[in-house]
């Protein structure tokens, strides 16, 4: 069996590089999160609501970290659902702008009826 030194070399090469490309210490990046809890009824209304909300999510460089709609919750009083949006990059009052925002008053008048949430900004570095 013929071995090929540069196909050894390479996979050596490549292994080395994970390896230490895992140990060196990452610079941390700053997120501003809205970490929303409560409840949320069933309605079409909802789906409306999170459709519209989608795109103006990638607008502001957004994107969702965690949508559990039956979270365990250990201590407290709330509802089973919490949904985690991260902005990387985003500072709180960037995170009070956006939710001030026509474009989100509008969605919030939309869901208000049919949600009991927690809202909250949260400043986080990762």
């Known amino acids: 069996m013929k071995v090929n030194v540069t196909?050894?070399?390479a996979i050596a090469a490549?292994?080395?590089?994970?390896i230490v490309g895992a140990l060196l210490p990452k610079p941390e990046q700053a997120y501003g999160l809205a970490v929303?809890?409560?409840?949320t009824e069933k309605t079409p209304v909802m789906k409306d609501y999170v459709s519209k909300l989608q795109p103006l999510l990638?607008?502001?460089g957004c994107a969702y970290?965690?949508?559990d709609y039956d979270t365990l919750y250990m201590e407290g009083k709330g509802?089973?659902?919490?949904v985690i949006v991260?902005?990387?990059?985003?500072?709180?009052?960037?995170?009070?702008?956006f939710f001030n925002s026509p474009e989100y008053q509008e969605l919030v008048e939309l869901r208000a009826p049919y949600t009991n949430w927690q809202f909250r900004l949260v400043q986080?570095?990762?």
């Open 7 to 9: 196909a050894v070399v």
């Open 14 to 18: 490549g292994s080395v590089g994970l």
């Open 36 to 39: 929303v809890t409560g409840t």
């Open 58 to 60: 990638e607008k502001a």
């Open 65 to 67: 970290v965690s949508r």
């Open 79 to 82: 509802g089973p659902m919490t």
């Open 86 to 97: 991260g902005c990387k990059g985003a500072t709180k009052d960037q995170g009070v702008a």
């Open 124 to 126: 986080a570095k990762f």
